[in-house]
Structures are given as C-alpha cells and as structure tokens.
C-alpha cells in the first residue's frame, strides 16, 4: 500500500510505502473504550481537607451532665462571635461533613498495554479511510488522497504565515474556516466558569519532530501538532468519534513503522 506525498507547495514529490500498521483493521468499540480509559488518567479525585470544620476551639462540658444542655462541645471565646455554639460535630451549623468523600477513591481506569497498542494502530490505520474522515465533518472536498503524507520540509516551518500558505496549497484551510462560525461568545454557567468560548478539532498534524511547528500552529483554531512519540487515542479520536483528519510527514511515517504490537506480528505470519 503507498501513498502520495506532497510537498508544502502542494506539488506531488514522491510516493512511499505504508507500514503495516496501516493495514489495521478498525475496532470502532477498542477505540472508543480506549479513549474513556485514557480520558480518566486527567479527572482529580474529590476529596475534603481532613480537617474541614475541625479547626475549632471547642469542647465539652467536664462532666458533660447536669448543666441543662447538650452534651455537644461548645465554643470558647469571651463573648459575641460564635461563644457558646456547637463547633467541632457534623450535626451543628458550620460543623464538618458527617461522612465526606475521600481522596482515597481510584478513578484512574486501566487498559491492557496490547489493547491499547491496538486501539492507537487501529486509529492510525483509519486516517486513510476518506469516508470515516468525512463522516465526522471535516471539509475535505479538493483532498486528492489518504492518508495525507508531507515531505519533512513541514518540520521547519516556524511561521504561521508560512504555515497558512502550506494549508492552503493543500486544500485544508476550508476545514479551518469550518470552526469560525463556533467562536461566538457563550453566556451563562460556561462563561462564569472560564468557558467563553468552545471550538472543536480540525487538522491533527503529526511529525516527527514538533519543536518549531508548534509554535505556528498557535494562531489556527484547532489545529493541533503532535510528535510520534507522544501520540495518543485523545488526539486521533476526539471524544471517542473516529476520525481526524491528520496530516502525516514521511519521518513520522518512517516512525510509525517502527511500531510493535502482536496483532501486526499475527498479520506478517498469516501473509
């Protein structure tokens, strides 16, 4: 299997052969279990200081009998503020929780290591396939062919003027200008909690090396730079939705060759 490669004028270069990762079969349901896995590694346990509501000076009466009243400890003071209050007790006004959550509880969940190897080749391989791509709403009209491979000369680029100019020879800013109806201002509980605004993916560009690329990437809504080693089901598979469209260069393919998982030994055996 080979694809075309082009070069950052737009202007066909060469063609190069696919790994054999590329030949992975798609498992809609790994990778979609895989990204709920991989999504829970970034939640934070809920949990309450220990002593929330126990930094009080309060105390019960010594016997805690005969004095007409609970046997609840009392504040201290010399008068006004809260003196003679319950404090210290889960039952009084400003007390601790009865029963709170705790930071003890696991809310990582964990996958196998070859499943997860799978679900990444499986959406890797399902960045050639022009119908999953369109079918999660990427503008993909005047793409000529998929998977979409790019000469190294993209790892250079440190300029968004430069970097427009590549997303225009190769027809991809009309997936960038598919996000800009998206960026009016949202109001309400979204807003006071610092989620004015809400944009969604549109081109994932994965090199080898992401040092000067990801500075320009900066200026285009939704448009994300990934090295090989550091790419993940999150950024392939956003909100577990295959596929997105992504922009390979021939070093991250020679890269992603590289990869080993048993399903693609299984796969050699079997040819």
Do not use: W
């Not at 709170?100 to 959406?123: D, G, H, I, Q, R």
């Amino acid at each position: 299997m080979k694809a075309q490669v082009f070069s950052i004028n737009g202007s066909k270069a060469e063609e190069v052969e696919l790994p054999l990762v590329f030949s992975t079969p798609l498992r809609t349901d790994l990778l979609h279990k895989a990204y709920v896995n991989l999504e829970s590694h970034t939640f934070q346990t809920q949990g309450r200081y220990p002593n929330a509501g126990m930094d009080v000076v309060a105390e019960s009466n010594s016997p805690p009998t005969g004095h007409h009243q609970a046997r609840v400890a009392r504040m201290h003071g010399g008068g006004g503020g809260r003196q003679g209050q319950g404090g210290g007790v889960a039952m009084v006004r400003g007390g601790r929780q009865a029963h709170p959550p705790t930071t003890e509880k696991v809310v990582y969940k964990f996958l196998n290591k070859k499943e997860n190897k799978l679900a990444l080749c499986s959406a890797i391989a399902a960045t050639s396939s022009v119908d999953m791509v369109r079918s999660r709403g990427h503008k993909i009209d005047k793409i000529e062919s998929f998977p979409i491979v790019v000469s190294d000369e993209i790892e250079s680029i440190s300029k968004a003027k430069d970097l427009e100019k590549f997303f225009d020879a190769l027809n991809l800013t009309q997936d960038i200008d598919r996000l800009r109806s998206r960026l009016k201002r949202r109001s309400g509980k979204p807003l006071l909690r610092g989620r004015k605004t809400k944009v969604g993916k549109s081109i994932l560009v994965v090199v080898k090396n992401s040092k000067n690329l990801s500075k320009a990437c900066g200026a285009f809504f939704g448009v994300d730079v990934k090295s090989v080693n550091s790419l993940s089901i999150l950024d392939l598979v956003p909100g577990s939705q295959p596929i997105r469209l992504t922009v390979f260069s021939k070093n991250a393919i020679e890269e992603i060759g590289k990869i080993k998982s048993p399903h693609l030994e299984l796969m050699v055996k079997t040819k």
